[in-house]
C-alpha cells in the first residue's frame, strides 16, 4: 500500500522490541469469536490509475453545472472562483491542519478566523461572528435553540418564506422548543407580527426569501423587541448584501446564514459554511468555535481560540451545544474569495448578480403563460409555469437545462406549479435566451 | 530588533484589514449592464467596510500566514483520538472533479445518478466493514452523527411506546457523547472504569434500569484499549430494551479485523475525516455518517438512499418501511467528504485498509514499549490500539506540567499529542502516532521523547516553562482573551478618527 512506509522488516523489528510474535497478538482483548476471518468482502487496493478511472466514470454520469444553461439556486449558489482561492486552500499547511488548540504554532488558522469573523460581522452588520458553523440550515437551528436559551422562552415562529429545507432542520435539531411555521405563501411578502407574542422566544424571518422576496426587517424587529423576542434573519445568498442592507442595520438581533456563495463550490450540497453572527451582549450563549486577540509572553500580537468554556470538551453535558468543529477550510476559502473581492469587488458581483436575474426574469415574464411572482428580489425569483414544474424542470433537463427547482420537490403543501428560478455573473445572455425558448416550447 | 519587525523567514504578517483598502480588487469583473433595478427600497445604501487586496497581496498574504501553521505535511502530529494521518491528493482531485463539485444539490435527480452511485458504493463499504445493516450518510461532523444515532435510538424507543429517560456514559467518554445526550434531554449517567482502564459489564448491569435508553461507549476506548466485555454489555442493554450507541472515533483501530455490528453496536459515527483521511482543514469540515444495526434501521434521517439506489428526500415518500425521524441539514451531507473517503477506501482495499489498522496499532505499541521505561504508561499490562495513554506520574517533583512537556515538544518540530484527555488520569498524555509514520519517523520521536524525559528528570526545567522558544509565538495569554475578548477587527481610535 503507497501511503503505508513500514517495510516487511521493519515490522519484524517493531515487534521484537514490543516482544510479541505476530500483530495479532496486540488484539488479544478482542473476542476471538468476533475476528474477521480473512478480508472483508470488498474489492482489494487498486492503483492511484484505476481509482482515476472508476471515479472518473462515476462523475461523468453527472449533468455539471457548468454543462450547459443553469439556474438552480434555492439555497446553493454557483458563483466564479478565482482561481487562486482553492490554490491557496490546497496549501499543506491550512489543508492538513489541526484545530488551533496549540495557539503558538497556529497561528496562521487563528489570524484567519479572526479575520473572517470580522467580515462576517461586518458583512451582515453585526458586532461579532463565530469561527462558522456546518452550514446555514445547522447555523439556523442553533440561532433558535440560542434565542430560546437567552430569553428564557421555549416558542419560535418561523416566517413562511424559510427555505423549507431549514424549516425541517429547525424542527428536527431545536429540542424542547415549540416551533410554529408560518404557512408558505411565495406572492407576498410576509406579515407575521400578528404572530408574536410575549411567549415567543424569536421569529425566524429569511431574507432574501426562499420565492426571492427582499424583506423589510424593521417592522418585523421593532414588533419582536416590544414583546421581548429576538430577530433571528437568515439568508442563503451572501452575495446579496453587497447590493441589499444587512439584516444587523434593520434590527436583527442573531443573524445566520449560508455562505457557500461566496468562496465555495457546490459540491452537491456539502460541504458548506454556516455564518453566525449577532451582538456582543450575546456573545456568551453563542455556540462554536471563537478566535480572539491576545497576546504572547513577549507581547507581539496573537491570537487564540477562546470563550471555549461554553464548549462540549468542557462542560460536557452543560455545553451549551453538541457542536465540536467548524467549517475551518470552507471559511477560509470564504475569507479568501472576500478579501479577493474587497467592497469593490463584492459590489460589483452583486450587481452583475442582479442584472443576470432581472434579464432573466425579463425574458420569462415575456413566455406566454409564464408569470414572474416577484415584485423585489436579487438573484433568484419565483415562477409560475402552465403545469406541474417539476415536469416542466425535468423537460428542460432533457434539453440540457437546468431550470430551477420546483418548489413542491422541498414543500408538499406547496402549489405544484411554481419553479424557484437563479441567475448568478455565469448566466450569459445566451442561457436566458435558451431558457425562455425551452420554456415557450413547453 | 529589525526595522520592519520581520526576521528573515519569520515574517510579522499585519491583518487584511491593516493593509488592504475599500478601492482594490482582486478579480476583474465585467461592467455591470444597465438594468431597471428590482431591489426596491431595501438596495443598500451605506458602505460595507470590507477591504480588498489585489491578487498578488492576496497571495502573499495568506501563504505567510499559512507558514505559521503546524500541519501534517510538515511533520507527526501524534494527537492522540484526533488521528492526523496522511492527507492523500488524490483524493482532493477525485473530489474536484466537475461531476462530483460542479453539481447542484436541487437539480433533478435524474441529472445525477453518478452522484447517487457514488454514495450508494460509500454506503455499502461502510456497511461491510462495520457489518451494519443501514447508513445515513448526511450528518454534517462527527458530533452530529452522535446526535443523528441517538435521535435514531430515541425515535426507536418511541415507536415502541416507551419512554426512557436516561443514558449511560462511561467517565472516560469524549465530552460529545454527554453533550449530545443532554441535547436530547436524556439525563447522563456516568460508569466508572475499572482500574485497568476498560468498563466491566457488572458496572454496566449494575446501573441499567428501565429508564436507560442506550450506553454510548467509544471502542476502542479514549485510553487506547479494546474493550473486552464489549460483547456482554451489549447484550445486557438489549436484554433491558436499550441500545448500544458505538461512538466510531477510534475506528481506524479495528477495520479488517473485528466488525462493531458482530458486537452488538446498534448505532455508531464514523468520522470520514479520521479513518478515511478526509483532510482536518485547521478545524473542519469532518464529516459523520452514522451506521445502523437491523434493530434501528427503519428511523434515520432523510435524505437516505435505498439500497435499490432510490433517494428518499422526505418523509412522506416512504413505503412505511422507513420511519425517517428528520431532517438534519439542508440537501446531502457532505458529498465532497464522500468523495475524499471511497477514493481513499478504493486506494487502499480490504487488504489495505486491515493493514492500516495493524501498523496503527503497530506503531503505537512500538512507541509504548520505547518509552515505557522513561514515560508512566497508564495501563501497563494491556496492549495499547491504535494510541497510546501516558500520564505525569514521571514528572512528579520536577515542577513540570503536561502543559509544559507539550510546548517542549513544539520546539524539537512536532505537534504535542493529545493532553489533559481523557479525564481519567491525571496529566494525560495521549499518543496517536497512525500508520502513516515511517520507522524513521517513530524512531526521531520516541529519540525526542526520551531526550525531554530525562532533561525533565535532570532538572533542566526552563527547557519546559520557557517553551515554546522556536514558533511563531511565544506561549499565549488565552486568560486575557477569554476575560475581555476581542473577536473582531477594530481600527485603533486615531485612524478612525483620520478616517471619518
Known amino acids: 500500500m503507497r501511503y503505508h512506509p513500514l517495510t516487511a522488516d521493519d515490522r519484524a523489528l517493531m515487534l521484537e522490541r514490543i516482544g510479541i510474535e505476530s500483530v495479532d497478538d496486540l488484539f488479544a482483548d478482542v473476542p476471538a469469536k468476533h475476528w474477521v476471518d480473512g478480508l472483508l468482502p470488498l474489492p482489494t487496493g487498486q492503483s492511484e490509475m484505476a481509482v482515476e478511472r472508476a471515479l472518473s466514470k462515476m462523475a461523468r454520469k453527472n449533468h455539471a453545472a457548468g454543462d450547459g444553461p443553469f439556474f438552480v439556486g434555492a439555497g ?77 422562552r421555549r416558542k419560535a415562529v418561523l416566517a413562511g418564506g424559510l ?235 432533457a434539453k440540457g437545462i437546468l431550470g430551477g427547482v420546483p418548489v413542491s420537490r422541498l414543500d408538499p403543501d406547496a402549489d405544484r406549479d411554481l419553479m424557484v428560478v437563479a441567475a448568478t455573473e455565469l448566466t450569459t445572455d445566451d442561457d436566458i435566451a435558451s431558457l425562455a425558448a425551452a420554456l415557450g416550447e413547453i | 530588533m529589525t526595522f520592519t519587525k520581520n526576521e528573515a523567514l519569520e515574517i510579522h504578517e499585519p491583518l487584511l484589514f491593516e493593509v488592504g483598502r475599500l478601492e482594490n480588487t482582486g478579480v476583474d469583473l465585467p461592467e455591470p449592464p444597465k438594468v431597471k433595478s428590482r431591489l426596491g427600497s431595501l438596495a443598500r445604501k451605506s458602505a460595507i467596510d470590507l477591504p480588498g487586496l489585489t491578487e498578488p497581496e492576496t497571495m502573499r498574504h495568506y501563504v505567510r500566514l499559512s507558514r505559521q501553521n503546524y500541519a501534517i505535511d510538515l511533520g507527526m502530529y501524534p494527537l492522540g483520538s484526533c488521528t492526523m494521518k496522511h492527507n492523500p491528493r488524490l483524493n482532493e482531485k477525485m473530489a474536484r472533479l466537475p461531476g462530483f463539485a460542479d453539481i447542484h444539490p436541487l437539480q433533478p435527480v435524474s441529472t445525477v445518478p453518478g452522484a447517487l452511485e457514488l454514495m450508494g458504493e460509500l454506503s455499502r463499504w461502510l456497511c461491510v466493514m462495520t457489518g451494519m445493516e443501514a447508513v445515513a450518510l448526511s450528518p454534517k461532523a462527527g458530533a452530529q452523527g452522535e446526535l443523528a444515532g441517538m435521535m435514531a435510538i430515541r425515535a426507536a424507543i ?147 438512499l435505498r439500497a435499490d439506489g432510490t433517494l428518499v428526500e422526505r418523509a412522506d415518500q416512504t413505503t412505511g418501511e422507513e420511519l425517517p425521524f428528520g431532517r438534519l441539514t439542508a440537501f446531502h451531507g457532505q458529498m465532497g467528504m464522500y468523495v475524499r473517503a471511497l477514493s481513499y477506501m478504493m486506494s487502499h482495499g480490504a487488504d489495505g485498509l486491515r493493514e492500516a489498522s495493524e501498523d496503527a496499532v503497530l506503531a503505537a505499541n512500538y512507541i509504548k514499549a520505547s518509552l515505557s521505561d522513561v514515560m508512566t504508561v497508564s495501563f501497563p499490562e494491556k496492549p495499547a490500539m491504535h494510541e497510546v495513554l501516558f500520564d505525569d506520574r514521571f514528572l512528579k517533583g520536577t515542577g513540570i506540567t503536561t502543559l509544559d512537556f507539550a510546548k517542549a515538544l513544539i520546539d524539537e518540530g512536532f505537534h504535542p499529542m493529545t493532553m489533559y484527555f481523557p479525564l481519567v488520569v491525571s496529566g494525560a498524555m495521549l499518543v496517536e502516532p497512525t500508520e502513516s509514520e515511517s520507522l524513521a519517523s517513530l524512531d526521531l520521536f520516541i529519540a525526542t521523547m526520551r531526550d525531554l524525559a530525562k532533561a525533565a528528570r535532570n532538572g533542566d526545567t526552563e527547557r519546559f516553562t520557557e517553551a515554546p522558544r522556536f514558533a511563531p509565538r511565544r506561549r499565549l495569554d488565552e486568560t486575557r482573551a477569554a476575560r475581555k475578548p476581542v473577536l473582531t477587527y477594530e481600527a485603533p481610535a486615531p485612524l478612525a478618527e483620520a478616517a471619518e
Do not use: W
Not at chain 1, 458563483?79 to 495557539?103: C, K, M, N
Not at chain 2, 474493550?227 to 479495528?254: K, M, Q, S, T
Open chain 1, 163 to 397: 427555505h423549507p429545507q431549514y424549516r425541517d432542520v429547525i424542527e428536527t435539531i431545536a429540542t424542547g422548543v415549540d416551533v410554529t411555521a408560518l404557512p408558505a405563501d411565495p406572492r407576498a411578502t410576509e406579515d407575521i407580527v400578528a404572530s408574536i407574542d410575549d411567549t415567543v422566544a424569536c421569529v425566524v424571518v429569511q431574507t432574501p426569501s426562499f420565492y426571492g422576496h427582499l424583506i423589510d426587517l424593521k417592522p418585523i424587529a421593532e414588533a419582536a423587541h416590544a414583546a421581548g423576542a429576538l430577530l433571528v434573519a437568515v439568508f442563503t445568498e451572501p452575495v446579496a448584501f453587497g447590493a441589499i442592507e444587512a439584516p444587523g442595520a434593520m434590527g436583527a438581533d442573531i443573524v445566520v446564514g449560508e455562505g457557500q456563495g461566496i468562496g465555495n463550490a457546490l459540491n452537491f450540497g456539502g460541504p458548506y459554511v454556516g455564518l453566525f453572527a449577532t451582538q456582543k451582549k450575546f456573545v456568551r450563549q453563542m455556540p462554536g468555535r471563537l478566535a480572539g486577540e491576545t497576546q504572547d509572553t513577549e507581547g507581539k500580537r496573537g491570537f487564540a481560540l477562546t470563550l471555549n468554556t461554553r464548549e462540549q470538551h468542557i462542560r460536557r453535558d452543560k455545553a451549551t451545544s453538541n457542536i465540536c468543529t467548524n467549517s475551518g477550510l470552507c471559511a477560509l476559502a470564504f475569507s479568501i474569495h472576500m478579501t479577493l473581492l474587497g467592497e469593490a469587488g463584492l459590489s460589483r458581483l452583486s450587481a452583475l448578480n442582479h442584472a443576470a436575474a432581472v434579464k432573466t426574469a425579463e425574458a420569462l415574464a415575456a413566455v406566454p403563460g409564464v408569470e414572474v411572482l416577484n415584485d423585489t428580489f436579487f438573484n433568484e425569483f419565483t415562477v409560475q409555469v402552465p403545469g406541474d414544474a417539476a415536469e416542466v424542470i425535468e423537460r428542460l433537463a
Open chain 2, 158 to 304: 418511541a415507536a415502541k411506546g416507551e419512554t426512557r429517560t436516561t443514558v449511560l456514559v462511561p467517565e472516560s467518554a469524549h465530552g460529545t457523547n454527554p453533550a449530545t445526550a443532554a441535547a436530547l434531554g436524556y439525563k447522563v449517567r456516568s460508569i466508572k472504569a475499572r482500574s485497568d482502564g476498560t468498563v466491566s459489564v457488572e458496572a454496566v448491569k449494575e446501573a441499567i434500569d428501565s429508564d436507560v435508553a442506550a450506553i454510548m461507549l467509544t471502542n476502542p476506548n479514549t485510553c487506547g484499549l479494546f474493550e473486552p466485555e464489549i460483547a456482554e454489555i451489549a447484550a445486557a442493554l438489549h436484554e433491558a430494551g436499550a441500545y448500544f450507541y458505538g461512538d466510531g472515533a477510534n475506528f481506524n483501530a479495528i477495520v479488517g479485523k473485528t466488525r462493531p455490528g458482530d458486537l452488538g453496536v446498534d448505532a455508531m459515527h464514523i468520522n470520514l475525516h479520521k479513518t478515511f483521511s478526509t483532510p482536518h482543514g485547521g478545524g473542519g469540515p469532518g464529516s459523520g455518517p452514522v451506521v445502523l444495526s437491523e434493530r434501528l434501521a427503519p428511523f434515520a434521517p432523510v435524505p437516505f
Open chain 1, 76 to 152: 446553493a449558489y454557483r458563483h466564479h472562483v478565482p482561481a487562486s482561492v482553492d490554490h491557496l486552500i490546497q496549501r499543506s499547511e491550512f489543508l492538513t491542519s489541526y484545530t488551533p488548540y496549540q495557539a503558538e504554532i497556529s497561528q496562521g488558522t487563528l489570524q484567519v478566523l479572526f479575520e473572517f469573523q470580522t467580515q462576517v460581522a461586518r458583512l451582515t452588520g453585526m458586532e461579532v461572528a463565530n469561527a462558522s458553523m456546518y452550514d446555514g440550515s445547522t447555523a439556523a437551528a442553533e440561532a433558535v435553540m440560542m434565542a430560546a436559551r437567552t430569553t428564557r
